[in-house]
């Protein structure tokens, strides 16, 4: 059931967007950079695993489904929160020492958490949870814990924190696993742009071939399609163009994510609609990445509003973690709030219970 509209898409989804936006930058000029980058991020990535286990497996809740917006939303809004305020602390604990407040380490963590979500949750669509349950509850929490575990191991195997002994910042039970932390985190991130990236041509040409859209070949056949997206990105930026691995996560995967946001949740896939695969995707991908792009560039100039000039790059990396975060950390779960849990009331005449999340439900 779709939105009753009061506004049109696409013309709807700009304006949720500019709202929702103007909401982000009011809470992001609340806080200095070390309150941001520590807890305020790490409460953030905590909060997204939960609101995509949500939005995707269990949209309409016994506690909120006969909700009328704004109710509805607030709900899901408060019960969101409730979860991540109970990960928060566990991961910390089980990742970060408890050492307050969360240093780039168990900040690391939680990022990472957040593919491996997507990845259960829509390539995998809850399989093999599913097999299990037809409880949309039963299954997001299944998925949620899933998440964390699978993420955990990911964490301890392929990350090595070496590079940090002698920080204040470096942990004793932080992984030495096979590959530079900072380098296998911008992998992963990049691997979930490639997710969305089959996202923008609606699984094509997967669709065309009846085996490969069955659990789990699907979630199999799109991973691997991912990590090859992945690895290509990271091959041609960090390897043939030299670049920072965080120059590729704030200029390119973080930007590309943020603009699909926009593009298929918040515009629900609108501005091609009348456009056939593949020219559709290749259209949406575009405009993913214009719109992606120029909203990085616009934030970082509103970094030097609320703090002032940050120094870009080596050692600290001060202005990638505050733009990488405000984008994806509180911006992104903002844009998903809007669109999925209020339905883009007051926009809409009546926020639908199910209102259609193209990125981050399908």
């Known amino acids: 059931m779709e939105p009753e509209e009061r506004v049109p898409q696409p013309l709807l989804g700009f304006v949720a967007t500019a709202l929702a936006n103007a909401v982000s930058h009011g809470y992001l000029a609340l806080f200095d950079f070390g309150t941001f980058v520590g807890w305020v991020a790490f409460f953030m990535l905590c909060l997204i695993p939960a609101q995509v286990v949500t939005v995707v497996l269990a949209p309409n809740p016994p ?3 006969r909700l009328n917006q704004p109710a509805r939303g607030v ?4 019960a969101t929160i409730a979860t991540a305020a109970i990960i928060t602390p566990i991961v910390l604990r089980l990742v970060g020492e408890g050492v307050t407040p969360p240093g ?18 829509i390539a995998f669509g809850g399989w093999p949870f599913t097999k299990l349950s037809r409880n949309g509850g039963v299954i997001s929490l299944a998925v949620l814990l899933a998440s964390y575990v699978i ?9 090595d924190y070496d590079f940090m002994q002698g920080a204040p910042v470096y942990l004793t039970s932080a992984p030495d696993g096979l590959y530079n932390a900072v380098t296998a985190l911008v992998f992963y991130v990049t691997v979930l742009a490639g997710m969305f990236l089959v996202l923008h041509f609606d699984l094509w040409p997967l669709t065309t071939t009846a085996a490969l859209m069955k659990q789990p070949v699907l979630g199999l056949v799109w991973m691997l399609v991912s990590v090859a ?8 930026t960090t390897g043939s163009m030299s670049k920072d691995p965080m120059w590729v996560l704030t200029r390119v995967t973080a930007p590309f994510i943020f603009g699909t946001i926009i593009v298929l949740n918040m515009l629900q896939n609108s501005l091609f609609a ?4 593949p020219l559709k995707g290749l259209a949406n991908t575009v405009a993913a990445t214009v719109i992606g792009v120029a909203l990085g560039q616009a934030y970082g ?12 790059g080596q050692p ?23 669109a999925a849990y209020f339905a883009y009331w007051p926009l809409t005449k009546q926020g639908a219970p199910n209102a259609r999340t193209e990125a981050v439900r399908t």
């Open 316 to 338: 600290g990396y001060e202005y990638e973690l505050w733009l990488v975060n405000a984008l994806l950390s509180v911006t992104f779960p903002f844009l998903i709030f809007y």
């Open 301 to 312: 100039y509103f970094s030097d509003w609320y703090l002032g000039e940050l120094p870009m």
């Open 63 to 65: 506690y909120a489904r």
């Open 229 to 236: 997206v992945g690895a290509a990105v990271m091959q041609v």
């Open 104 to 121: 780039p380490i168990p900040s690391h963590y939680a990022v990472i958490v957040v593919p491996t979500t997507f990845f259960l949750a």
């Open 151 to 159: 993420t955990y191991a990911i964490f301890r195997i392929f990350f």
């Open 75 to 78: 709900v899901l809004l408060l």
């Open 274 to 277: 009348k456009l056939r695969q």
